[in-house]
């Protein structure tokens, strides 16, 4: 069967594509991940996006006050990059409690693309600490949301207490290209990790 791409409506990977990489997009409850996987994938994205209740309101404070939902288990999309690099994009769920479960997605993944919300910049150290406990080579996207308050690259990096070689980036996760670049910037940085350990 021939392979089909995004433009003509399929859901299979080109012909073209000489490489795969299974990437996580982490970060607190309500920070964007499940939108910007929407917006960049080039197949209807899986979503296990379930209504809060009563009892997990009480358990999790969302940064955005209307949310109503919330990821339970995963997000999943996909993107293919210059026609040749297929990303495989697992967003995890955000609150604490599933943090054991994030980890084991975590299993095969080269990097991790990490969203922060600056109107609560403590609620992803979590996320950002468990990456480095892992290993996992990772770039800082801050998702910007109307309102929220913005900051010097330098107190952003001493605020979340990043290495000087995270890349860090800012994004807007509705914004297609925007999430694009910060995917982007997430692979250079693989690639450049990657050259430093085989030197």
């Given at each position: 069967?021939?392979?089909?791409?995004?433009?003509?409506?399929?859901?299979?990977?080109?012909?073209?594509?000489?490489?795969?990489?299974?990437?996580?997009?982490?970060?607190?409850?309500?920070?964007?991940?499940?939108?910007?996987?929407?917006?960049?994938?080039?197949?209807?994205?899986?979503?296990?996006?379930?209504?809060?209740?009563?009892?997990?309101?009480?358990?999790?404070?969302?940064?955005?006050?209307?949310?109503?939902?919330?990821?339970?288990?995963?997000?999943?999309?996909?993107?293919?990059?210059?026609?040749?690099?297929?990303?495989?994009?697992?967003?995890?769920?955000?609150?604490?409690?599933f943090l054991p479960a994030?980890?084991?997605?975590?299993?095969?993944?080269?990097?991790?693309?990490?969203?922060?919300?600056?109107?609560?910049?403590?609620?992803?150290?979590?996320?950002?600490?468990?990456?480095?406990?892992?290993?996992?080579?990772?770039?800082?996207?801050?998702?910007?949301?109307?309102?929220?308050?913005?900051?010097?690259?330098?107190?952003?990096?001493?605020?979340?207490?990043?290495?000087?070689?995270?890349?860090?980036?800012?994004?807007?996760?509705?914004?297609?290209?925007?999430?694009?670049?910060?995917?982007?910037?997430?692979?250079?940085?693989?690639?450049?990790?990657?050259?430093?350990?085989?030197?």
């Amino acid at each position: 069967m021939a392979s089909k791409t995004a433009s003509d409506g399929g859901v299979y990977v080109s012909p073209g594509v000489t490489g795969a990489a299974k990437i996580l997009v982490v970060g607190p409850m309500g920070v964007g991940k499940t939108t910007l996987i929407g917006t960049v994938s080039e197949i209807k994205p899986l979503s296990t996006e379930a209504v809060m209740t009563r009892a997990g309101t009480l358990a999790d404070t969302p940064l955005s006050p209307g949310k109503t939902t919330t990821t339970v288990a995963l997000d999943f999309g996909r993107i293919t990059l210059d026609g040749d690099l297929v990303l495989y994009l697992f967003g995890t769920p955000g609150q604490q409690r599933f943090l054991p479960a994030w980890r084991e997605l975590a299993r095969g993944s080269l990097g991790a693309l990490a969203l922060v919300d600056t109107r609560d910049l403590e609620a992803s150290f979590d996320s950002i600490g468990h990456l480095e406990d892992l290993d996992m080579p990772f770039t800082v996207a801050v998702n910007h949301f109307p309102g929220s308050p913005h900051h010097r690259e330098g107190e952003l990096r001493e605020a979340l207490d990043l290495l000087p070689g995270t890349p860090l980036v800012n994004c807007d996760a509705r914004e297609h290209r925007s999430s694009v670049m910060a995917l982007i910037s997430l692979i250079t940085h693989l690639i450049d990790t990657a050259s430093e350990r085989t030197r």
